[in-house]
């Protein structure tokens, strides 16, 4: 028997074996390849590529659980969502969320496949967070240990946002149609619906919400911002450090190296489109365990944000530099991984506070969060 009749096979026995795994492997072409990059397998969310050698040691039962593991790297958009992130790292913490699933629904996965039970229950950004803190980012991309049962690269649209937006939600429709289709048949493991179903709850904009805070806030918010004083002297008060338009609009970014330069430069560009149409003052507040660096833009300003820092994460400090900088903000934006606990000793009442984060689940003690 050849390698692709064993392969093919292989897809039937996990149509059988797994009537979600079996609907989405259909959407994916397989062929074998001689790209010596491809050690195991590899998907690019329209094709699975494998090796042939690496099949050939392979039992059918492993082979079936490589391609439900390339199937779960699409259905988590891995292949869509990884930016300017190390992909070998990328690779790694896709591995950590997807194997644990596999060995629950009882697939045999080759090899030492990467389990690590501290990491059940988070997304990839999560996993790859604390991988990057923990081991750094390699000058070779390479992290050494076992070869991945299977691989993902980047979708063949990452240059094309549109597209890519179009493929994200293709993958999502295919996930909810399969999805319904083995809960109809009772094929599917409780643990594994729960963990694709949170891929189709719909979130919150951050947008919408970053528009929404700042609009209520704002309205009717004319007033001049509270002096400074310290540097008031008897009758003459000298302005604070903002100018009285709506009051000012706080950002803070979390510079312990997990947010990326796309999200800061996304961020940026609606901040900006905010700072026009409301006419306000930006304040942009970078901190790692401290203010590192700060930056103010008025109304017409280009903003380029600066970010500085880099070491661990504290949240306090902001809010201490607010107070005792006296800017009475509109509101304050946070933008962090979530990966904190170091909060104010009491929340601030006199304006509210968004929480912008690439964290699922993240309850801080206050405000409110949208994932980003």
Same mark, same amino acid.
């Given at each position: 028997?050849? $390698? ?17 795994? !079996? ?6 072409? $397989? ?18 590529? &494998? ?16 391609? @439900? /593991? ?7 958009? /891995?292949? %869509? ?7 070998? +790292? ?10 644990? %699933? #596999? ?10 496949? +990467? ?21 750094? #980012?390699?000058?070779? !991309? ?5 070869? =991945? ?28 149609? @399969? ?44 007033? *001049? ?5 310290? &540097?008031?002297?008897?009758? $003459?008060?000298?302005?604070? +450090? ?9 950002? @803070?970014?979390?510079?312990? !190296? ?38 103010? *833009? ?34 304050? $934006? ?8 170091? *909060? ?15 964290? =699922? ?12």
């Amino acid at each position: 028997m050849t $390698i692709e009749q064993e392969v093919m096979k292989a897809k039937i026995a996990l149509l059988l074996k797994e009537r979600l795994f !079996g609907g989405l492997v259909t959407f994916l072409d $397989i062929y074998s390849t001689k790209d010596s990059e491809v050690i195991t397998a590899c998907t690019d969310g329209e094709v699975i590529e &494998y090796s042939p050698k690496f099949f050939k040691q392979c039992t059918r039962s492993q082979i079936v659980a490589v391609l @439900a /593991h390339e199937v779960l790297h699409c259905v988590f958009g /891995h292949h %869509i969502y990884r930016d300017n992130r190390d992909l070998k +790292l990328w690779n790694q913490a896709g591995d950590y969320v997807i194997n644990p %699933i #596999l060995v629950d629904s009882y697939f045999e996965l080759p090899g030492e496949p +990467l389990l690590d039970n501290r990491f059940r229950g988070m997304n990839t950004v999560q996993v790859y967070n604390i991988l990057a803190k923990e081991q750094g #980012l390699p000058k070779d !991309g390479g992290t050494g240990g076992s070869p =991945s049962p299977g691989e993902v690269t980047d979708s063949p649209s990452k240059s094309n946002h549109e597209k890519l937006n179009q493929e994200e939600q293709v993958w999502k429709q295919r996930v909810a149609q @399969a999805l319904t289709n083995a809960k109809l048949a009772g094929a599917i493991p409780s643990g594994l619906e729960r963990a694709l179903s949170t891929l189709l709850i719909p979130k919150v904009s951050w947008r919408e919400a970053l528009w929404e805070v700042v609009q209520e806030k704002a309205q009717d918010d004319y007033s *001049f911002l509270k002096p400074n004083r310290k &540097y008031t002297a008897g009758s $003459i008060i000298l302005p604070s +450090l903002f100018s009285e338009r709506i009051k000012a609009i706080v950002v @803070a970014v979390d510079t312990s !190296g997990s947010v990326s330069t796309e999200e800061l430069t996304q961020f940026a560009s609606e901040i900006e489109e905010i700072q026009a149409v409301m006419g306000t003052d930006i304040a942009v507040v970078y901190c790692d365990t401290k203010v590192q660096n700060f930056q103010k *833009f008025e109304p017409g300003d280009p903003i380029k944000l600066e970010p500085k820092g880099g070491g661990g994460t504290r949240y306090s400090p902001v809010f201490s530099w607010v107070e005792k900088e006296e800017i009475n903000p509109s509101c304050l $934006i946070y933008l962090t991984d979530g990966q904190c606990s170091d *909060f104010p000793k009491e929340a601030p009442y006199d304006f509210p506070t968004l929480w912008v984060t690439n964290r =699922s689940g993240w309850k801080p003690p206050f405000g409110t969060v949208v994932e980003f």
